[in-house]
C-alpha cells in the first residue's frame, strides 16, 4: 500500500489578533510576544551625521558602538532607517516668507513662538502661573523681552548629569538706523545705519524700503491701520 504523502497545513488565521504575534502591552512600552520572548522599540533622533566636525563623528561613531556592545549574545535586535525625501521649493519658499515676516528680533520671535505652539510647545511664564507640573517629555518656551527665545524639552535623567544645549542668533537682513542717526554731507541729509543678515551693501539703494520698530512714549499710542502710507514708505508700529 502506497503511502501518502505528509501535507503540513497553515492554520487560517480567524481574527486580527491571530495574526499579530503580540500577546500582551505594558504600560511602559513592552511588547510580550507569543514566542516567549519580550520586545521594546526606541526612536533615536536624526542627526546630520556630514555637517559635524571630526571629533563629533568620533564621538557619534563611539556611542552607537557602545549602544550595540550592550547588547548580550540572546539578544536580538533589528535597526530600522526611515527616510524622507524633503522638498526643497516648500522649504525655500518657507524660509522666504519668514525672512519676509521677520524683520527684527521682535518679529522674528512672535513668529518662532507661533511655530513652537504649534509644535506642541507651552508657554513656561503660564505653566507656572497654573502652579501646573513639568514632567519628563514636556516641551516649554520662555521669551525674554520679547527679543530672545528660549525652548526647552524636558528629559528623563535629572539636571545633574547634564543638558544639550543648541544655540543660534536672530540675524535678519536689514538695514538698522542708530540712535542718533541723521547726518549731513553735500548737502544731502544721511541716516547712519548697520546691516544684519549679509546683504550686499549695494542692493538696498534700488528697492522699496519699509520701516518696522517699536516707538516708546510715556502715553499709548492710537492703533494705527495696518499698512498706513507714509509715501513712499510704509510704517507699522509694534507694542
Known amino acids: 500500500m502506497k503511502e ?4 503540513d497545513y497553515i492554520p487560517i488565521p480567524r481574527k486580527l489578533q491571530d495574526i499579530i504575534p503580540v500577546k500582551t ?18 526612536r533615536i533622533k536624526d542627526i546630520n551625521y556630514q555637517a559635524v566636525g571630526k571629533e563629533e563623528k ?4 563611539s556611542r552607537y558602538a557602545d549602544f550595540l556592545s550592550g547588547f548580550e549574545s540572546e539578544f ?15 522649504l525655500n519658499e518657507s524660509y522666504r516668507k519668514f525672512l519676509d515676516a521677520g524683520k527684527t528680533e521682535r518679529e522674528c520671535v512672535k513668529q518662532a513662538v507661533a511655530m513652537a ?7 513656561l511664564k503660564k505653566v507656572i502661573e497654573e502652579g501646573k507640573q513639568v514632567k519628563a517629555g514636556d516641551k516649554l518656551y520662555a521669551v525674554n523681552m520679547k527679543k530672545s527665545l528660549a525652548l526647552f524639552q524636558i528629559g528623563k ?8 544645549i543648541l544655540g543660534a542668533h536672530i540675524d535678519s537682513p536689514r538695514l538698522d538706523i542708530k540712535q542718533n542717526p541723521l547726518y549731513e554731507d553735500t548737502e544731502l541729509a544721511y541716516l547712519d545705519t548697520h546691516y544684519y543678515g549679509g546683504i550686499k551693501k549695494y542692493q538696498w539703494v534700488t528697492l ?5 520698530g517699536v516707538i516708546c512714549q510715556p502715553v499709548p499710542l492710537p492703533v494705527l491701520p495696518k499698512g498706513n502710507l507714509l509715501l513712499p514708505y510704509h510704517i507699522f508700529l509694534s507694542k
Open 25 to 42: 502591552i505594558y504600560l511602559n512600552g513592552i511588547f510580550r510576544l507569543k514566542n516567549g520572548r519580550f520586545s521594546k522599540s526606541y
Open 117 to 123: 505652539e504649534a509644535a506642541g510647545y507651552r508657554d
Open 4 to 7: 501518502k504523502a505528509r501535507i
Open 76 to 90: 536580538m535586535y533589528e535597526i530600522t532607517v526611515s527616510r524622507r525625501k524633503l522638498n526643497l521649493e516648500e
Open 58 to 61: 568620533r564621538s557619534y561613531s
Open 208 to 212: 522699496p524700503l519699509a520701516i518696522h
Open 157 to 164: 535623567q535629572p539636571l545633574e548629569k547634564g543638558m544639550a
